[in-house]
C-alpha cells in the first residue's frame, strides 16, 4: 500500500481503498480535467493533431498494459489488434451504415476474438517464444488483409471512411474530433483502473508473478491469460476504431510490427504494471516522435550529405537508444522513480 502524507488516514476500508484519497488529488485532477478541456482554445491545429494521436495510442498502449505489464504476456502484435479494430469500424460503417458508437464497439470486439485466440497460446509457451507468437498475429493480419476479396477490406487500395457524425453534428476538424477522442478514452481508462484493481486485475498479477503458485491458490491460469490478451486487444481494437474515424481512411501499413515496438517502447518508458506509466509513456515517447520529425527536415537542409532518410533513421535510433538506456538504468520505469521520490518526500527528513 502507498505511503500517504502526513496527516492522513482513513476511518473506513472504501476511503482507503479509494483511487482518489484527498482533496489535493481531486484538485490536481480537476485542474488537469480543466486544462485538457481547453487543449484547443489553448494551441494550434498541429498540437490538437499531435493530441487527438496520443489520445488514441493511450488507449491501446493502456491495453497493452494490462497484458503485458499487469498480467505480464508479452504481446508484440498489439498493432495488428489495432488493426482490427480499425478495419472492423470501417467494414461495418461503410457496408451497413453502422454509426460510431457502434461500429467502434464492433472494432473492439472483433479484436478481443483475434487476440483471444493467440491468448490460447500463451497457455502452454511463455517468454520469447510467446513473443514470437504474437509477431505471427502482424504477419496473420498483413496477409488476410491483402488477399481476402477486395470487396471486403478493400485489399491494398484500404477503406475510406465518412466522418464520425452524432445528432448531424460531425466530427470532421481536429478540435471537434479531439473532444470525442478525450472522452472515450476517458472511459477506456477508467475502465482499465476499474479492471486493474478488480479480483481479475489480482489475478492478472498473481500470474505474471508466479503461474504455478496461482494455480495451486485456485486460480484458473488458462482463462486468466487468455482474458488478459481478450482484454488488451479490445482497447487496442476500440483504439484502431478511434483512428479510422480520425484518418477517415485505414490501410495495413498504418498496422506495422515496428509500431508494436513502439507501444512496448511507451510502457517500458513509463513503467510496467502502471496506467498513468502507460499514459506518461505515450506522452514521451510521442513528444520525441514529433520532436525528431520537426528537426529532421532542417537537418537535412543543413547537411545534405546525410540523406532524406535522416528521419526515419533518427526514430529508429533514438527510440532503440531509449528503450535500451531504460532497460539499463531504469528498468521499472518512470512511474516507479517517481513513487520512490514520492515517498522519500513524505517520510524526510528520516532515511527509511
Keep these: 500500500m502507498a505511503l500517504q502524507p502526513s496527516g492522513v488516514f482513513f476511518e473506513n476500508y472504501s476511503h482507503d481503498k479509494a483511487l482518489i484519497k484527498t482533496k489535493y488529488q481531486w484538485l490536481s485532477l480537476a485542474i488537469f480535467g480543466i486544462f485538457l478541456l481547453l487543449v484547443p482554445f489553448l494551441f494550434g491545429p498541429r498540437v490538437i493533431a499531435v493530441a487527438n494521436i496520443m489520445i488514441i495510442m493511450a488507449v491501446v498502449a493502456v491495453g497493452l498494459q494490462i497484458t503485458t505489464g499487469y498480467a505480464g504476456q508479452i504481446n508484440l502484435g498489439q498493432a495488428a489488434f489495432m488493426g482490427v479494430g480499425a478495419y472492423t469500424a470501417g467494414l461495418v460503417a461503410i457496408q451497413f451504415s453502422l454509426p460510431f458508437w457502434l461500429s467502434i464497439p464492433l472494432g473492439g470486439v472483433a479484436a478481443a476474438a483475434f487476440g483471444y485466440i493467440f491468448g490460447l497460446s500463451a497457455v502452454r509457451i511463455k517468454g520469447f517464444y510467446l513473443a514470437l507468437t ?16 477486395t470487396s471486403w477490406f478493400g485489399g491494398s487500395n484500404g477503406l475510406t471512411l465518412d466522418p ?30 476499474g479492471i486493474v484493481r478488480s479480483r481479475y486485475g489480482r489475478a492478472f498479477v498473481a500470474v505474471r508473478d508466479d503461474d504455478v503458485a496461482s494455480s495451486m491458490m485456485g486460480i484458473n491460469v488458462v482463462a486468466t491469460k487468455a482474458s488478459a490478451f481478450l482484454v488488451g486487444a479490445f482497447f487496442a481494437g476500440i483504439g484502431g476504431g478511434l483512428w479510422a474515424y480520425y484518418v477517415r481512411f485505414v490501410s495495413v501499413d498504418q498496422f506495422t510490427l515496428f509500431n508494436s515496438v513502439w507501444f512496448v517502447a511507451m ?34 537542409e ?9 528521419v526515419f533513421a533518427a526514430m529508429n535510433i533514438i527510440l532503440g537508444g531509449v528503450i535500451c538506456l531504460f532497460v539499463i538504468y ?15 518526500y513524505r517520510i524526510w527528513p528520516f532515511p527509511h
Design 134 to 149: 504474437t509477431i505471427a498475429a502482424q504477419f496473420i493480419f498483413h496477409f488476410a488483409i491483402l488477399n481476402l476479396p
Design 302 to 310: 543543413a547537411f545534405p550529405f546525410i540523406g532524406g532518410d535522416i
Design 330 to 344: 531504469e528498468p521499472k520505469g518512470l512511474m516507479y522513480r517517481w513513487n520512490i521520490m514520492k515517498t522519500s
Design 164 to 193: 464520425a457524425s452524432l445528432f448531424g453534428f460531425e466530427f470532421k476538424t481536429d478540435s471537434s474530433f479531439y473532444y470525442l477522442a478525450l472522452l472515450i478514452c476517458a472511459i477506456m481508462v477508467i475502465g482499465a483502473f
Design 267 to 300: 510502457i517500458i518508458v513509463g513503467g510496467s504494471g502502471s496506467i498513468v506509466g502507460a499514459l506518461i509513456g505515450v506522452f514521451l515517447i510521442r513528444s520525441i516522435n514529433e520532436l525528431v520529425t520537426s528537426i529532421g527536415p532542417v537537418v537535412s
